[in-house]
């Protein structure tokens, strides 16, 4: 609602962009112009940061990190280890209970994980409600459909970013399954209780990301390094 | 219903912050993973080592309910290994999905379609994929308190390893 007052009615485009109007006009520009794009992103990495550091729409890392760690000691105190991987199968029980009750009484992944009445998908839901009043209150973070570093190396391709998505996410969520949990239910959680399942899983997880983002994306570093 | 209300609320909290730090934007993400932002990484560690130490306290106090996830060396390496492709793939884990979507990032919004699909088919396949990968070299829920024996000692190793992995990232990536 708010964003309706802050900004003009577009005329009636596609809903995409009526969604997420706020995402398109930042990134027009840096999308059509490649060269400006590749500046822009040079200054991030120049060592003028430092000074930039004011400018940066981002909270500073330490007092974000007291913050979060506030939160999880709170759910730690109110309700237990958090998660949020577990809010995929909430949702997917709720679902699959009208469509196939029967299927989901019978499965042994769904009888372990509480359906959408419950703390987990509350917590999942609330994560979606909070990404959303972040990114409505704030003017300065660039709401993106498209990281621009994909964009210059597999190109303006909404198809091919989102079946990349599709299938990221598909990926995220079968691991998390397997092990248990995710970056916060299983690394965060699990390292803040000291499980050396959370660690290991931590250890992993960031190496091959590592890993992953390197192969993908490489060359892009290496063009910009060159300049 | 309490409980409802406490998920929704630490979710809007948790996902406020994670928006405001950076880590909802999946080109941050990318440029962590490719050591040229050390924002995020450095966040999340000491995040966790700031929560062992308050978890700790509200242990002490006897506060709290924790439940320490078993290790299987197979499975947890191996799901480990899965995360990490579709983590660097798209720069999203399932927290950070459910708060882009949220914010409006239509590439989440597929990698959300994507998580329940996978969670799908992973729910389809436990009964055959379980006794298969996760029991044969499941060995417990074991802590770093068994190894040290100390639950302070334990608490206070993390921390140690955590802020010389905080130092080292402050070194090694560029952008710092």
Redesign the interface.
């Known amino acids: 609602m708010p964003r309706r007052q802050r900004q003009p009615p577009p005329p009636p485009p596609a809903v ?1 962009e009526r ?2 109007k ?2 398109v006009q930042p990134l027009n520009p840096e999308a059509t112009a490649a060269p400006k794009a590749a500046t822009s992103h040079a200054e ?2 120049s060592p003028m ?1 430092r000074t930039n550091k004011q400018h940066s ?3 500073h ?2 007092p ?19 998660a ?2 577990s ?3 909430s ?2 029980k709720g679902l699959l209970a009208w469509a196939a009750p029967d299927y989901v009484a019978a ?4 009888k372990a994980i509480p359906g959408p ?19 409505r209150t ?1 003017k300065d ?10 964009k210059r190396r597999f190109g303006d391709s ?1 198809a091919k ?28 959680s ?12 931590g250890v ?15 060359k892009v ?1 290496q063009q910009e390094e060159s300049q | 219903m309490t ?20 880590a ?5 993400m ?2 962590s ?5 050390a ?6 560690l ?3 080592a ?3 130490v ?2 700790f ?2 242990q002490s106090a006897g ?10 060396i197979v ?34 919004v ?15 396949l ?2 055959t ?2 006794p298969l ?2 029991d044969p070299t499941n060995v417990g ?5 068994d ?1 040290f024996g100390n ?1 302070a000692i ?2 206070t190793m ?1 921390v140690v390893v955590f802020g010389l992995c905080i130092w080292g990232i402050g070194t090694l990536w ?2 710092s």
């Open positions: 995409e969604l997420f706020k995402a991030d990495e940061e729409p981002y909270w890392w330490i974000a990190a007291f913050a979060l760690s506030g939160i999880i000691v709170f759910i730690f105190a109110t309700y237990g280890p958090p949020s991987s809010g995929f199968v949702t997917l499965k042994a992944h769904y009445g419950s703390w987990l998908f509350a917590f999942a839901l609330g994560m979606a409600i909070g990404g959303f009043i972040a990114g704030s973070i660039p709401v993106r459909d498209m990281p621009p570093i994909w909404r970013r989102y079946g990349a998505t599709f299938l990221g996410g598909f990926l995220i969520l079968f691991g998390s399954r397997l092990a248990g949990g995710c970056t916060l239910g299983l690394f965060i699990g390292s803040t209780q000291l499980a050396i399942s959370g660690l290991y899983f992993i997880i960031f190496a091959v990301a590592m890993l992953t983002a390197r192969l993908l994306f490489g570093v | 409980m409802i209300w406490l998920g929704l609320f630490s979710g809007i909290a948790f996902g406020f912050v994670v928006q405001r730090v950076g909802t934007d999946a080109h941050k990318a440029r993973h490719l050591m040229l932002d924002d995020i990484p450095r966040f999340m000491l995040a966790v700031l929560s062992a308050g978890l306290g509200l506060v709290g309910r924790v439940l320490p996830l078993p290790t299987s499975a947890t390496g191996l799901a480990a290994v899965i995360f990490g492709i579709g983590w660097g793939l798209t720069g999203y884990c399932p927290g950070t999905t459910w708060a882009a979507a949220g914010e409006g990032r239509m590439d989440a597929f990698a959300l379609l994507g998580g329940l699909a996978g969670a799908a088919l992973f729910a389809h436990h009964e994929l379980v990968f996760y829920q074991i802590t770093l308190t190894l639950q334990a608490v993390l560029k952008n």
